[in-house]
């Protein structure tokens, strides 16, 4: 993997946003290798597909390509709400590869991963419709908020610069692809739940420190009114894929560390 731009092949584009798609595509092209199977291509998908800019030959996982000039922060712009929402609960997302350059340097800066059964609706937030005096008025986008990602589903590829060796992203990729056999609704509950429990930073937590985030996942979740019981439900499900490990007394211990 390189970190330099195919500054070359925007020859003849004009328009800075068409020069930065093509030379982050033809990077992506050239670089980025599948982290869920033992491929190390991944190919362009026809033009005009639909949310998926890259596929795997071997294993046909689907990517989607987030390009941005600036560091990734928390929050990133995306397409229309609805299909976002829609793609979530018919377990339809690609998995997404937000990608950070310096153009100046000519340079990739960051690449991060977020697996597509990784993605909560909680982490998609809604934005307010465009105005009436815009060519789409009334049409509502999104931002994904990545900090609502838990932090086992985002996954550094290249981080300040620095290449992560492929077997550790594909390590890191494996250890959470148990998440993707959960129904929807419930993987929500899980990767929510899972966030909340992340960010105690403490390798032992109590029941009680569980409890503490139901108004949180009240919020998240108005839909339902028993919050503690599904907490502990949870609780339940981290421990049968290995996350978790019950001491006894309503003491939770972490078995995987949080790569």
């Known amino acids: 993997m390189m970190l330099d731009l195919p500054i070359e092949v925007a020859q003849g584009y004009k328009s800075q946003s068409q020069i930065a798609r093509v ?5 992506m092209g050239r670089n980025m ?18 949310a998926v800019d890259f596929v795997c030959s071997q ?21 229309a709400y609805d299909a976002m929402m829609r793609a979530i609960q018919r377990n339809g997302l690609p998995h997404f590869l937000f990608l950070s350059y310096n153009y100046s340097d000519r ?8 697996p597509r059964f990784c ?7 809604k934005r307010n419709p465009l105005a009436a005096t815009a060519r789409r008025a009334g049409w509502v986008g999104c931002n994904i908020l990545l900090d609502l990602v838990p932090p086992e589903g985002r996954i550094a590829i290249i981080r300040s610069g620095s290449i992560i060796p492929k077997p ?26 899972l966030t909340a429990l992340r ?8 029941i009680d420190d ?12 108005p839909e339902n009114r028993n919050v503690r019981p599904k907490i502990r439900q949870q609780l339940q499900i981290l421990r049968d894929l290995g996350y978790l490990d019950f001491v006894g007394m309503g003491v939770y211990r972490w078995i995987r560390n949080n790569l």
């Open 119 to 125: 993605l909560p609706s909680s982490a998609i937030e």
């Open 33 to 50: 290798y599948c982290p869920a199977c033992s491929s190390n291509k991944l190919y362009d998908t026809t033009p005009g597909t639909e």
């Open 107 to 114: 340079k990739v800066t960051d690449l991060l991963l977020v």
């Open 59 to 79: 294993c046909d996982a689907p990517f989607q390509l987030k390009a941005l000039s600036k560091p990734i922060g928390r929050k990133v712009v995306d397409a």
């Open 210 to 221: 569980a409890y503490s985030f139901e108004a949180l996942l009240s919020h998240m979740h």
């Open 23 to 27: 030379v982050t595509e033809a990077w």
């Open 168 to 193: 550790i992203v594909r390590k890191c990729f494996s250890q959470i692809t148990p998440l993707a056999d959960l129904p929807v609704k419930i993987r929500g509950w899980t990767l929510d739940v």
């Open 199 to 206: 960010s105690l930073d403490k390798s032992e937590f109590t």
